[in-house]
């Protein structure tokens, strides 16, 4: 019935975006069988901070355990949720998946703060930071080892609502942070209105191109500046060589996340990973020097 329908638009479709069409509402049936067949995963990425030089959290990445294709990023498949109204579900597994995680690791002596990237749909739903909390008590994990990472775009449609939904998060505990900060063209906009707590700014202000050093520099210094204004820490994220990870240190980031540092790594590899990175550790600011 949907390829009938299909025929039916044919002349608004070239053969080649009907063949893509078609291989999305695939990849959206296959995407709900995944959510019940617990085909998605989360992966962690470390997170530095750099005044005490030890990581001290993950942020959780989506990624999806495809049967036949192997493992895919967000980016292929979130774009398909999104359009098949799967976000929802995606976003409740994610949420559930996370907070276990977090338990799991803090039975172990292995207390991590992990972010979680809220969506639109989340924000839209009103029931955010229910859902959050729901989530924090069934796996019995403390709000200060959560953080929620939201986007420009995840709180374009109703950004006063947005906001009381931030306020109230970290009211009770949960830290706000405001994702690839930098990337948007009315984010000092956001810095104003929306209570976030935190900062990332977007790699493609911290991953500089070699002799752009300088004018990197000044944009990330203002964008710290300026937070720390409104008492917000930041973030420097894509940090991919030694010298962008001692700029982000001497510009007083608190915090820094990259392929430097980590890639994102299956959770079995943290507890391992976390031991090792501590028993090494020292303040990034001084061994820069
Ligand atoms: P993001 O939240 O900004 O996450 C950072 C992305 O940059 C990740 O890609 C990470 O692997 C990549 N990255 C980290 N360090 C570096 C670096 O040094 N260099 C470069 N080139 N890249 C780096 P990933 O995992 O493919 O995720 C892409 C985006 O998908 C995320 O961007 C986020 O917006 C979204 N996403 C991922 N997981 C979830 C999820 O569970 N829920 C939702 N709603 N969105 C998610
Ligand atoms: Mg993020
Ligand atoms: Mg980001
Ligand atoms: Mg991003």
Known sequence: AAKAAGRNRVHVFSPDLRAAAERRATLAN?????LVRDELVLH??????????????????????????????????????????????????????ATRQIAEWSRIGLDLVVAVNITAEQFSSGTLVEDVFAALSDAGV????????????????????????MAELRRRGVEVSIDDFGSGFSSLGQLVTLPAGMLKIDRSLVNYTE??????????????????????????????TAGQL??????????????HIARPMP???????VSAQHATAAPVALAAR
């Open 30 to 34: 296959e995407l709900r069988d995944a």
């Open 211 to 240: 002799g752009h050093r300088d004018r990197a520099a000044a944009a990330i210094a203002a964008v710290v500046a300026l937070g720390k204004a409104c008492g917000i820490r930041s973030l420097a994220e894509g940090v991919e």
């Open 44 to 97: 962690y990425q470390p997170v530095l901070h750099l005044p005490s030089g030890r990581c001290t959290g993950m942020e959780a990445l989506v990624r999806w355990q495809h049967p036949e294709r192997g493992l895919l990023a967000p980016g292929e498949f979130l774009p398909t949720a999104q359009a098949h109204d799967l976000m929802t579900p995606l976003a409740r597994w994610v949420m559930t998946a």
């Open 142 to 165: 403390p709000p200060e080892l959560l953080v929620v990472e939201l986007t420009e775009t995840s709180v374009a449609e109703d950004p006063e609502r947005a906001a009381q939904q």
């Open 246 to 259: 001692a700029l982000a240190a001497e510009l007083d980031c608190t915090f820094a996340q990259g392929f």
């Open 267 to 273: 959770a079995e590899a943290v507890p391992g990973w």
